[in-house]
T-cell receptor, first 116, second 111 residues
Framework: DTEVTQTPKHLVMGMTNKKSLKCEQH?????MYWYKQKAKKPPELMFV???????INESVPSRFSPECPNSSLLNLHLHALQPEDSALYLC???????????????FGPGTRLLVL | GDSVTQMEGPVTLSEEAFLTINCTYT??????LFWYVQYPGEGLQLLLK?????DKGSNKGFEATYRKETTSFHLEKGSVQVSDSAVYFC??????????FGTGTRLLVSP
């Protein structure tokens, strides 16, 4: 099974709201990722967690705050977003070995976010 | 740095036509290569992959061969269906926690 689940599927929020996106995998993967995808573009990497520790932050604004409570779960906390942050947010996971990021990434279905 | 170049789309085909989507790459080492597919309104699904030169990845009638001499990983299918209409992304990974994606190629298949 190569399933990554994401909730919610759709989210509409105002610029003063606080919301969270959730990602879950039960494949025993030790690396998890957040990507942002704008329309007609490839995904852009935002954050990487490896063994529950943040290993990459691609200079993402602080209004996006990732959290990895355990090896199966990844959250993305959103606060004071801008309309230009509207996009599809994709979670991915990889790797059961010693170097989990060297293995194939499997993506979830995404959360489509609209910021008004 | 590493990069992936894909052919511009959209690629428009009739059902049962032969498909080729070109992908070439630039990398400093020996990357793994991937094709991901994104159906309308969905996330990315791994279509196939190859991890070393001359490997052929295949899935659902799609094939791609890792060609080190031409730094290419072209996607092919002998007979496309309407249900294959999607965006196809070529990507590479050198194992540094990052996937490098091409710009994506939209495929439109008409009955």
């Amino acid at each position: 099974d190569t399933e990554v689940t994401q909730t919610p599927k759709h989210l509409v929020m105002g610029m003063t709201n606080k919301k969270s996106l959730k990602c879950e995998q039960h494949m025993g993967h030790r690396a998890m990722y957040w990507y942002k995808q704008k329309a007609k573009k490839p995904p852009e990497l935002m954050f990487v967690y490896s063994y529950e520790k943040l290993s990459i932050n691609e200079s993402v604004p602080s209004r996006f705050s990732p959290e990895c409570p355990n090896s199966s779960l990844l959250n993305l906390h959103l606060h004071a977003l801008q309309p230009e942050d509207s996009a599809l947010y994709l979670c991915a996971s990889s790797g059961r070995g010693d170097s989990p990021y060297q293995e194939t990434q499997y993506f979830g279905p995404g959360t489509r976010l609209l910021v008004l | 740095g590493d990069s992936v170049t894909q052919m511009e789309g959209p690629v428009t085909l009739s059902e049962e036509a032969f498909l080729t989507i070109n992908c070439t790459y630039t990398a400093t080492g020996y990357p793994s290569l991937f094709w991901y597919v994104q159906y309308p309104g969905e996330g990315l699904q791994l279509l196939l992959k190859a991890t070393k030169a001359d490997d052929k990845g295949s899935n659902k009638g799609f094939e791609a061969t890792y060609r080190k001499e031409t730094t290419s990983f072209h996607l092919e299918k002998g007979s496309v269906q309407v249900s294959d209409s999607a965006v196809y992304f070529c990507a590479l990974s050198e194992g540094f926690q990052k996937l490098v994606f091409g710009t994506g190629t939209r495929l439109l298949v008409s009955p």
